[in-house]
């Protein structure tokens, strides 16, 4: 069985492995927002990927010359997401951060493309994008308004939803130059995690005594997830458009609610069953489009 919208094919299989690199997402940043030290969690996180990015380029080869601009700029941008990321859940609670970025990084990615790259999807499945969008927004906004949370928490949400954006479409068109999600996600990998340290070397104050002292095992875990959940994501991106996987991918959230309740012993709000509610409307406006 296919799934049609309007001149692709969404296999159940697709949408399965997306949906499972949401629930390995959610994971990841729940090891992130639960770390004491979340600027040495994210460095030892995306280190923990450099083996697999290494094995990678020697499989799927090394890019050619005319992708490395476009690798770079992705790797730019991958920083940025990252810095804006344990920024953010510094101030921030991952109930009110995770939904405000991710719930607005599709609809940025909507609004870059119509924009400049002449989008065209059906009605439908802008509604099921909007419906996806809408639900996240309006969660991660209450949950500020309870948490009392400040200006600064919702723009650097923002900031982080608009650097997914624009990674987003930076690594779909990148993935497609090179022909294979695998080399372009491991050149960028290395480059990415270079810059990061650079950065976090520099601006973050005994970074390098901070680093050893806060080293966790399951940060492992986490770089390995995250390496392997944003694979599966370059690679639907060759098959479907990127607001589509983007705004499935965000369901992310829901599984962020469930390791909630599970690990971190938050409650089963109204608000939270309204979320379920709204992202499993979204997920089946998609499927049926």
Known sequence: MLFK?????????ILFLVLF????????NLILKTAPDKAVAIMIIL???LPLAIMGLVIGGVPTVAAAPV????ALLQTGYN???FKAYNVGQLSSVYPVARGSAPLFIFIISY???????SEVMLFGIAVICFGL?????VQLWRNRSSKRQFLLALLNGFFIALYSLTDAYGTKLTGSALSFLCAMALLSRLFLFLYLFIFEKDFLPRLKSGFELRFIFGGITSFICYLIILQAYQHLPVALVSSLRETSILFAVVL??????????????????????????????
């Open 5 to 13: 919208i309007k001149g692709f094919a969404l296999e159940p299989y």
């Open 21 to 28: 690199a949401a629930a390995l997402h959610a994971g990841w």
């Open 47 to 49: 280190f923990a990927s």
């Open 71 to 74: 690798i770079v700029i992705s």
């Open 83 to 85: 810095i804006s990321l």
């Open 115 to 121: 924009s400049f790259f002449e989008l065209k999807i």
């Open 137 to 141: 927004i309006t969660y991660g906004l």
């Open 260 to 289: 909630g309740i599970i690990v971190l012993k938050e409650k089963l709000t109204w608000e939270k069953i309204y979320l379920v509610i709204i992202l499993f409307l979204g997920i089946a406006v998609l499927s049926t489009a």
